[in-house]
């Protein structure tokens, strides 16, 4: 069974940066397509970013443009097994519970329900 371990959030100002961890263990990153997603208080899920099988990474369309400016990076060390989203230039709004989640299809692209296993999430709070 796939276990995902997020680590990395916290308390921040604006304008700070974090990068959050995702250990995953019970399988390799060769059988796997892995995200990034949030939740916010009384909203949905949204999914982030995705690195697919084959290291394809896809971004959201809502983040799309702040990834091109470097605000949100997806990326992984397979050595390590392990997940990072690094996020530059916080904003209040990204105040969020960020989850990382596994999937075995090729290209889950951001469909939480095509991702199966879920870490417990890591905690972002961004003070203005």
């Known amino acids: 069974q796939v276990h995902l371990a997020e680590s990395g959030g916290g308390s921040v100002q604006a304008g700070g940066s974090l990068r959050l961890s995702c250990l995953i263990s019970?399988?390799?990153?060769?059988?796997?397509?892995m995200g990034w997603f949030r939740q916010a208080p009384g909203k949905e899920r949204e999914g982030l970013a995705t690195?697919?099988?084959?290291?394809?990474?896809?971004?959201?369309?809502?983040i799309a443009a702040d990834s091109v400016k470097g605000r949100f990076v997806i990326s992984q060390d397979n050595a390590k097994n392990t997940l990072y989203l690094q996020i530059n230039s916080l904003k209040p709004e990204d105040t969020a519970m960020y989850f990382c989640?596994?999937?075995?299809?090729?290209?889950?692209?951001?469909?939480?329900?095509?991702?199966?296993?879920w870490g417990q999430g890591t905690q972002v709070t961004v003070s203005s």
């Open positions: 989640a596994s999937s075995y299809s090729r290209r889950p692209r951001l469909v939480v329900g095509l991702y199966t296993y």
């Open positions: 690195i697919d099988k084959d290291g394809t990474t896809i971004y959201a369309e809502s």
């Open positions: 019970g399988e390799s990153f060769d059988s796997l397509s």
